[in-house]
């Protein structure tokens, strides 16, 4: 393909989605949005209420890599919620009780286990693959998933990759 047709094809994919992204108020410098899928099942009612300090809370849909994270977390959680970060998570969870009431409160399963999130304050590896936190349930990380941190032994794990869609793992000051 030739650069202007490499180009037109790009302005045809991003022309709607950021239609959609000004249509619902979302906006950044991190690219455009996709329209969140109603398929994954939101788990506010399962949120506290009044939390005591900080807390990490998922997005209750999933978003493409090159969303606005940031505004997304602002938008859902308040102004100043921001992209956790996986040393978030280290400071965060270290006793059992805080893994069980993490695991809980952003609805973690088979079915849904993957979360965006920042690496050293960064959203993409040198490799240009976007970060995200992988929840495995019996402790065995997939076949084809390189762990790049770890933690509650092989529980939870930091990786990257180039395509995904998922929810965001937020951090509500």
Not at 87 to 115: H, P
Not at 139 to 166: E, F, K, Y
């Amino acid at each position: 393909m030739t650069r202007l047709t490499l180009f037109a094809f790009s302005m045809a994919l991003l022309l709607p989605v950021a239609a959609f992204a000004a249509q619902n108020g979302l906006s950044g410098s991190d690219d455009a949005l996709e329209a969140p899928s109603g398929d994954l099942p939101a788990t506010n009612e399962d949120r506290p209420a009044e939390a005591a300090g900080p807390t990490l809370m998922s997005t209750s849909v999933a978003y493409r890599e090159y969303a606005p994270l940031n505004d997304v977390c602002r938008k859902e959680f308040g102004e100043t919620a921001r992209v956790a970060d996986f040393n978030d998570l280290k400071r965060m969870i270290r006793t059992r009780s805080d893994y069980e009431a993490f695991i809980k409160s952003n609805g973690l399963s088979r079915r849904s286990r993957e979360r965006l999130l920042y690496y050293n304050g960064q959203f993409k590896s040198p490799r240009d693959r976007h970060y995200y936190l992988i929840y495995n349930p019996d402790g065995v990380t997939p076949r084809g998933v390189n762990a790049i941190g770890r933690l509650r032994g092989n529980s939870l794990n930091l990786a990257a990759i180039m395509h995904i869609r998922a929810r965001v793992l937020c951090f509500v000051p």
